[in-house]
């Protein structure tokens, strides 16, 4: 400063700072939190056939943007072929907003089955979110129909020979 008589001139600022806006992910199924690298879902026991109708489990899951700014999802994918994703998902998700997805369980074999869960998306510490899935493939029931000793098998025949039709039980 060069003026002669206030060689020093002080004065106060004040101010709020705010946040930079950033998204947050948050993944639930229900109300259960499934956290980033630790979160997981029990489809429980479901019948080994694999058509993807009849023996089908299904859930939906919940993706929630915490965050102050857009959520964007750029992919969804599920490892394994025992699990799929069956409803679409909005990509951009705003502020304090959510989106669902379906998922389907539908074992091709029996035991246990392991699949991961991975979103990609623009959240700046868990750009890559990723849960476990898992669900049990339940043995596939087996009749045999047997006379005696001899199976009778499926479409097969079996001969009684002759029976007289007298109408007595």
């Known amino acids: 400063n060069n003026d002669p008589d206030e060689g020093v001139y002080t004065f106060q600022v004040t101010g709020t700072g705010t946040a930079v806006p950033a998204p947050e992910i948050l993944v639930q199924q229900g109300v259960t939190d499934l956290l980033d690298g630790a979160g997981s879902f029990d489809f429980g026991s479901v019948y080994a056939d694999g058509d993807g109708n009849t023996a089908s489990s299904y859930a939906t899951f919940t993706i929630w943007n915490l965050g102050t700014a857009d959520l964007t999802i750029s992919s969804l994918t599920i490892s394994g072929s025992d699990f799929d994703k069956t409803a679409p998902l909005s990509s ?31 959240d700046a510490d868990e750009g890559t979110y990723i849960f476990a899935v898992t669900g049990t ?14 199976n009778i098998l499926n479409n097969g025949l079996y001969n009684f020979g002759s029976v007289e039709a007298d109408g007595v039980g």
Do not use: A, E
Not at 105 to 120: C, H, R, W
Not at 141 to 146: K, T
């Open 92 to 122: 951009t998700i705003p502020s304090s907003g959510s989106t669902t997805f379906t998922v389907r369980f539908d074992p091709l074999t029996i035991y246990g089955k392991y699949s991961t869960i991975t979103i990609t998306c623009n």
């Open 137 to 150: 493939g339940s043995g596939t029931p087996d009749i045999d129909i047997w006379r005696d000793t001899t």
